[in-house]
């Protein structure tokens, strides 16, 4: 069966880095957009990044671009969120979705989720 597995999330300061991974396994990797969403406490869950499998363009939200970056490494069947200057606002948890689109990426009705890891933003 298909799996995401997250990693990377913890406590940091304000202004701090953070490199999350994701490793899928159980589908071609080098097939599928792969995105991340993040959701804090009380909100709905929101897009952060996508980036197709013809890496041909990465999406970004408005609110990260510029301080992270989406990239993938096909051989290793592994998504990387590098996450520069970190916010309170950039706290929540990180979810990873795999889905077979390359349109319309910033919709959350992906094809496959991992359970995500926690991103605890000091100040």
């Known amino acids: 069966q298909v799996q995401l597995v997250e990693s990377g999330g913890g406590l940091v300061q304000a202004g701090d880095s953070l490199r999350l991974s994701c490793a899928a396994s159980?589908?071609?990797?080098?097939?599928?957009?792969m995105g991340w969403f993040r959701q804090a406490p009380g909100k709905e869950r929101e897009f952060v990044a996508a980036?197709?499998?013809?890496?041909?363009?990465?999406y970004y939200a408005d609110s990260v671009k510029g301080r992270f970056t989406l990239s993938r490494e096909n051989a290793k069947n592994t998504v990387y969120l590098q996450m520069n200057s970190l916010k309170s606002g950039d706290a929540a948890v990180y979810y990873c979705?795999?889905?077979?689109?390359?349109?319309?990426?910033?919709?959350?009705?992906?094809?496959?989720w991992g359970q995500g890891t926690q991103v605890t933003v000091s100040s």
């Open positions: 979705a795999a889905t077979g689109r390359i349109s319309n990426l910033r919709s959350p009705s992906y094809d496959f």
């Open positions: 159980g589908l071609t990797f080098s097939s599928y957009t």
């Open positions: 980036i197709p499998w013809t890496s041909s363009f990465i």
